[in-house]
């Protein structure tokens, strides 16, 4: 059984949590932990719609999430974040980015790297036609659609800034649209995408 380790940070207190695969809760994916150049790494397959793996053993309302995320640089075929103030398989907040966009040279689409919703009531359809430019932002400087990348996600209330393999500017700075009073985190994928996750770390505030 491979271990994925999960470090949490509340306030003074630190703790480590071993987090096994039936520790998961997977809504519409398959998660698969395998291990990669000694790092354990949580892998989730296609389907058509979006997936989620739930980790069981977190909570989270306000702090930082850090992670490593890798997609691929295929279009309209990889889109892969994070969940963060879940209720259900279908009510939740997110972060996601679109690789395939990273280094486009088309410049619509580059404009759509990193994208926040608010499922059910804001996914990115209304957004982009109710708010455009508002919750998706290019990626500057791009990284490689294929590679790993670091995400640090910092949460507040309503205060979601997202940085990109330690840019001190954020990529994406917004008002979350609602308060679900979640506090599940999972890993994220959209439509058709699979994805791959590792070095998981979050520090809880109050």
Do not use: C
């Not at 994916?29 to 790092?39: A, H, Y």
């Not at 979601?160 to 999972?186: C, Q, R």
């Amino acid at each position: 059984m491979l271990f994925s380790s999960v470090t949490v940070f509340a306030q003074q207190n630190t703790a480590t949590k071993p987090i096994v695969a039936n520790k998961f809760k997977a809504f519409n994916r398959t998660v698969s932990m395998i291990k990669e150049e000694g790092t354990t790494v949580i892998k989730l397959n296609e389907a058509e719609g979006p997936g989620i793996a739930w980790i069981k053993a977190l909570e989270f309302t306000n702090g930082v999430i850090d992670l490593d995320i890798q997609g691929k640089d295929l279009l309209q075929q990889s889109f892969v974040g994070v969940a963060f103030h879940g209720v259900n398989d279908t009510t939740y907040e997110a972060v996601y980015f679109r690789p395939f966009n990273f280094s486009t040279s088309d410049p619509i689409r580059k404009l759509h790297a990193v994208q926040y919703i608010a499922n059910p009531q804001f996914d990115w359809p209304k957004l982009r036609t109710d708010f455009p430019n508002q919750y998706e932002k290019p990626v500057t400087p791009a990284p490689d659609p294929n590679k790993w990348f670091h995400v640090r996600l910092q949460i507040k209330g309503r205060k979601v800034s997202v940085f990109i393999n330690g840019n001190t500017l954020p990529m994406l700075a917004i008002e979350g649209l609602v308060d679900t009073g979640g506090k599940m985190v999972g890993y994220w994928v959209g439509n058709g995408s699979a994805g791959k996750w590792k070095n998981l770390n979050i520090t809880a505030i109050k």
